[in-house]
């Protein structure tokens, strides 16, 4: 019973805080209106008058006809959660047959095939789904077979939605369970069964598959998040009328509530009776007397502690030698760690990549004043002779081509790169420093009660899409009026900073805190406590340096999900600083970026790009790709110059090459039968 009303309680909170986030739409949009309202005046209007009236729970369709929310939204939730559970199990059942099928290979053949995991894995989503538009309209006008069904409002298509959803997902739990079976391979249980002779693929379905199943579970968890976040890009790539195409159409509070509850709620569900199922039951010996929560709760012991805890933060802080604080210490030590990495050429070359793209954006913008070519009509030397009209195809007169305005497309990457690059390091730097800093809260200063209620909130998180959730907070503030921005640039810029560090933060925190908190269960930090170290040594001494490389890996692979965002943005005409709409009422121009960063470039590659055979605008997708690609390298490095630091070698084909050079250096001893003598 008390289980149960947690999970009541916790699903009310993440209610709450949905029926919190569907107001801030309208809010800012209302909020330089002589009539608009503060922020919980909207919300406690849009509760009493909406939300919890019968008669508000209605859709508008076209602005004028109502309709019961539930009949419209309903049959849209059902066609979306049938493409999303079919690609969950079509990638999951990919996943088991493929590692089930390739764990017993040889390393020679099982190295190359991780590589080029890892090389998939850094495809975004968005060029899967555009390559695999590309195939189907080549093999139509080629051959005109048609492969796939097209969408449309009566005609609903599963089979090309379901196997893009299902591509990413497969291949990463597949090096998830190539990995954990890897690992359970090497256990002694296994060691002892293979030497009773029992065959391999009796011991993998027998024993390792039942013991990494719980395991892979809380994978899996983050997994359907990711693709909770594709599946709202694949609905609009694909032309799909799931709950996000009418979420888009009618942007009012109630539209908000009712989607994101409908797909919040099925997965909570889940995801809570699959905890108890795969739940490790623990013994715990309790001490506790009866009645003893009383005594804790009473107001003089409730005072007591929080007097205690605030002391224990002065004490911290008064540890502090300010007097030998150094501004430049801390950067003069990341510049030793920094030099220490570069050694390794994945790390090198990842970072010379964002180094030499960043520091030639910044140089071209201070030199032409980001300057951008455009040539709407492209004349031959005679001047009248017209050779070709935008959007100007490679190589002439742009190497790259143009869009559809004339403008280089090169020279918009050129310019775009210094905001799309740097801001999104700063929003995975952003992400990291924050959640370290309330990690160390979570780890010394929180109870096994309160960190288990922290968990279990910013848990709720995954069972909202992180694009859909950046979609609805994101769109009054990048979106002008027919009067313009509501916020200057700068505003804008820093809003979607903080919105975008803020949606992820309770998250990094969680994961931080639990690396944090393995550290401490270590041998070493009790003698560390025994001989009295305070906390803020056990963390600069003793967990910083275990988990610097963890952290990061952390920030490689938040920079990666940051790019992600921006791409799913920018195929909804969300620009990061702002978006330049024409209200212009015959011939508009299209949607543009006010900042050239790369998303704005996103909107270009879509139907009509495929359709016209433009197909120099993948060249934007390309630029993603090896950004993505060079932080996969940098990852990747930290991880072999970790292995090397706890003794793990990465390059054995390198070291059994050093070691026959250096033994034929070595002197040798002939040895023969008088070399011997028999003793009696």
Request: proline share 4%; hydrophobic share 50%.
């Amino acid at each position: 019973m008390r289980k149960f009303a947690k999970i009541i309680i916790y699903y009310l909170l993440g209610t709450i805080a949905i029926l919190a986030l569907s107001v801030f739409p309208k809010y800012f949009q209302m909020r330089d209106f002589p009539e608009g309202e503060g922020y919980f005046s909207t919300l406690f209007s849009f509760l009493s008058k909406e939300f919890f009236q019968k008669e508000g729970w209605v859709y508008t369709l076209n602005g004028v006809d109502q309709k019961p929310i539930l009949d419209v939204l309903w049959p849209a939730f059902i066609y979306s959660m049938e493409i999303l559970l079919c690609a969950i199990l079509l990638g999951c059942f990919v996943a088991f047959i493929l590692s089930l099928s390739f764990f017993f290979l040889p390393k020679f053949l099982l190295q190359p095939l991780k590589r080029f995991l890892d090389l998939i894995e850094s495809i975004p989503d968005i060029i899967i789904a555009t390559l695999l538009q590309t195939i189907v309209v080549v093999i139509y006008m080629k051959t005109g077979v048609e492969i796939f069904a097209v969408a449309s409002y009566s005609n609903e298509a599963y089979l090309a939605p379901i196997i893009t959803l299902a591509i990413i997902p497969a291949v990463s739990l597949f090096k998830i369970l190539l990995l954990m079976m890897e690992e359970e391979y090497l256990k002694v249980y296994v060691t002892f069964a293979r030497s009773k002779g029992i065959a391999n693929i009796a011991i993998l379905l027998k024993h390792i598959l039942r013991n990494i199943i719980p395991i892979s579970y809380h994978h899996l968890k983050i997994i359907i998040w990711g693709m909770l976040s594709s599946q709202f890009i694949m609905e609009r790539l694909f032309n799909v009328h799931g709950i996000t195409y009418f979420l888009v159409e009618n942007f009012t509070p109630i539209t908000i509530a009712v989607s994101l509850l409908l797909i919040f709620t099925p997965f909570f569900v889940f995801f809570q009776l699959m905890e108890e199922v795969v739940r490790e039951e623990k013994e715990t010996v309790k001490d506790v007397k009866k009645n003893a929560w009383k005594y804790h709760w009473r107001i003089n012991n409730l005072v007591a502690s929080v007097k205690i805890y605030f002391k224990n933060i002065r004490d911290s802080i008064s540890l502090i030698k300010w007097h030998t604080f150094s501004v430049g210490r801390p950067f003069i030590k990341f510049l030793q760690v920094f030099g220490s990495y570069m050694k390794n050429w994945k790390f090198a070359l990842g970072s010379l990549f964002f180094i030499g793209v960043i520091g030639y954006s910044v140089a071209y913008s201070l030199i032409t004043d980001n300057h951008i070519d455009q040539i709407r009509l492209y004349y031959a030397d005679d001047g009248s002779t017209l050779i070709s009209a935008m959007p100007h195809a490679p190589t002439e007169p742009f190497f790259f081509g143009s869009d559809k305005l004339g403008y280089s497309l090169f020279d918009q990457l050129v310019v775009g790169a210094k905001y799309t690059l740097f801001f999104a390091l700063l929003i995975a730097f952003l992400r990291v420093i924050g959640g370290l800093i309330l990690a160390i809260f979570y780890s010394f200063y929180f109870t096994k009660g309160l960190q288990s209620i922290f968990a279990k909130l910013s848990d709720s998180i995954h069972f909202m899409p992180l694009s859909l959730v950046a979609y609805i907070l994101l769109r009054p503030i990048l979106v002008p009026t027919i009067e313009g921005y509501t916020n200057t640039f700068t505003e804008r810029i820093l809003l979607e900073t903080l919105i975008l560090t803020i949606l992820v933060l309770p998250l990094t925190t969680v994961l931080i805190g639990k690396e944090m908190n393995h550290v401490l269960e270590n041998e070493f930090i009790i003698s560390a406590k025994v001989l009295g170290g305070n906390k803020l040594k056990l963390f600069t001494r003793h967990v910083l340096p275990h988990i610097s490389a963890r952290l990061t890996i952390l920030f490689g692979q938040q920079f990666i999900q940051v790019l992600l965002i921006f791409m799913h943005l920018g195929l909804f005409n969300y620009f990061f600083g702002g978006t330049k709409v024409s209200f212009d009422p015959l011939f508009p121009d299209p949607p543009m970026s006010s900042t050239y960063e790369w998303s704005g470039l996103i909107g270009q590659v879509g139907r009509s790009t495929i359709s016209s055979g433009r197909f120099w605008y993948f060249y934007i997708l390309v630029a993603f790709m090896l950004s993505i690609f060079a932080m996969q390298l940098i990852i990747q490095g930290v991880k072999e110059m970790q292995q090397v630091k706890v003794g793990v070698t990465y390059k054995l084909p390198k070291l059994r090459g050093e070691k026959k050079a250096n033994a034929s250096k070595l002197e040798t001893y002939p040895i023969s039968k008088s070399s011997f003598n028999q003793i009696r």
